[in-house]
């Protein structure tokens, strides 16, 4: 029996469910991945995520070559391409992990329709999350809309199954080898309509395993700390990993709760399940997107009224300070310069960004999660469209509108001695600690003993906090929706 492996969001060899079961089940097997034109024209993508992913096929292509299998490409409309591909290839079936974006869902959905309709066998299997929307269920069978029921049930689910992850097939070889045209080089980059850069994050499978470790060795028993300076290693810098699949979070949270049985010292258990409360998070976010699906467009709770400028040069303006990192908000500046410059963005400062956006300049966050998407080297609808949701307070979360940073204060206890900020706003450099997080109040004396005149080499504030701060919450009252 011939199979055709669909390469999607996984790859990776190792704990790949259905490259083992193509390889325990077929004589011959096809890995092939298809650039999704459609996809890529529509610019939801930068250049960061898509070079990410070519830098993680590569090491694909390479691993399977090294056993002997070449990974093949097509380039199209994937209900087309993947279809057209399993009838020239006389494959007998098509094996892919699902995908659980409602986008996603529709064009797996048509492919299977086409494949079966040809007499070809198709076979899905559970791979981006650990469980399902459908594994976990309240008590009368609906999806769960609070992350704390949520989180309980999936550690439930845990106990209960106790999933493991699969090891790379033994049977992955030459043997496994099927006819097929001469192997093509993947095409760049700038071939795809994007620009050519080295990733920030080192793509594929053997970098996101030694990542793992590392973060497991040191960083991930001191997280409750160490995950909210942005000025550190802290975190685990695994998130453009699991967008690609490069490695499964059962991989991940394996590994994890691996440490707690070394019973060396140092080992802090709370902080492992800290950690792991955030991939459950994630796992979260994406249930709600799948069976959820008009939060792609809008938000969670439709009862929300948020007081969103309209649409005018004023609110250009400010748009475009904060997408360029030029606010005169120090931590909000050096965030938003990372991005631009990295296609990355710590996890408490992207929080700091975002209630800046929607509270203080009172810009509707869908214009955030566009312009996270197009720059974030880990591009992923259900997780940035949730965590958008969450700050602009439209999403899950019980809380109604009243979450708002102040920016000052944020950088003052997360980045006290301005580090993260010198490094991304180098106007700075010079400005004495004691300011760093507020230069505008730095008297004009001050301003030229640090080489930072404000308002000309670097901004002066684009809104008051205060004053946008109290704005915010009189315009959210007045528009409640009852």
Request: aromatic share 10%.
């Amino acid at each position: 029996m011939r199979g055709l492996i669909w390469f999607r969001r996984d790859l990776r060899l190792a704990d790949q469910p259905a490259l083992s079961a193509a390889c325990a089940e077929c004589d011959e097997v096809i890995p092939l991945f298809v650039f999704d034109d459609p996809l890529l024209r529509s610019r939801e993508f930068g250049a960061a995520c898509v070079n990410f992913m070519l830098g993680s096929l590569r090491e694909l292509a390479a691993s399977l070559e090294a056993r002997g299998l070449a990974l093949q490409w097509r380039r199209g409309d994937p209900i087309e391409e993947v279809v057209r591909a399993a009838h020239d290839w006389n494959a007998d079936v098509v094996y892919w992990n699902r995908d659980y974006e409602p986008r996603a869902i529709r064009r797996d959905q048509l492919v299977q329709q086409e494949l079966e309709r040809r007499g070809i066998i198709v076979k899905t299997f559970k791979d981006q999350v650990v469980f399902e929307s459908q594994d976990i269920r309240g008590a009368t069978g609906k999806p769960l809309q609070r992350y704390s029921a949520y989180r309980a049930r999936w550690w439930t689910q845990w106990s209960l199954h106790k999933p493991r992850a699969l090891p790379v097939p033994a049977a992955l070889s030459s043997a496994k080898q099927a006819m097929r045209p001469p192997s093509r080089p993947l095409p760049s980059a700038e071939e795809l309509g994007y620009a050519s850069l080295v990733p920030w994050i080192e793509p594929g499978e053997q970098q996101a395993r030694k990542q793992l470790r590392r973060f497991c060795e040191g960083p991930l028993h001191c997280y409750s700390t160490g995950r909210n300076i942005p000025s550190i290693e802290g975190t685990s810098k695994l998130s453009p990993h699991f967008r690609f699949g490069t490695i499964s979070p059962r991989t991940a949270i394996l590994a994890a709760l691996h440490t707690l049985e070394k019973g060396r010292p140092g080992v802090s258990r709370p902080d492992v399940f800290l950690w792991i409360d955030e991939l459950i998070w994630r796992e979260f976010f994406q249930q709600i997107l799948t069976e959820f699906p008009h939060v792609v467009s809008g938000p969670f709770r439709q009862t929300v009224a948020l007081p969103v400028r309209e649409r005018d040069q004023e609110r250009d303006r400010l748009f475009q300070a904060w997408c360029e990192g030029k606010t005169g908000y120090p931590i909000v500046d050096a965030g938003m310069r990372q991005l631009r410059q990295t296609g990355w963005m710590h996890n408490r400062v992207r929080m700091i960004v975002a209630s800046f956006l929607v509270k203080d300049l009172r810009i509707d966050w869908q214009s955030g999660e566009q312009y996270f998407m197009a720059h974030l080297l880990d591009a992923d609808v259900g997780a940035n469209n949730g965590n958008w949701q969450w700050c602009a307070s439209t999403g899950t979360d019980a809380m109604r509108g009243y979450r708002i940073f102040n920016p000052a204060l944020q950088s003052k206890k997360f980045d006290p001695e301005g580090l993260y900020i010198r490094r991304y706003v180098p106007e700075l450099a010079s400005v004495p600690t004691a300011k760093i997080h507020e230069p505008h109040l730095m008297p004009l004396g001050e301003q030229a003993d640090a080489r930072c005149r404000i308002g000309i080499d670097y901004p002066a504030p684009i809104v008051d906090h205060r004053l946008a701060r109290e704005e915010y919450l009189a315009l959210g009252k007045r528009e409640r929706v009852p």
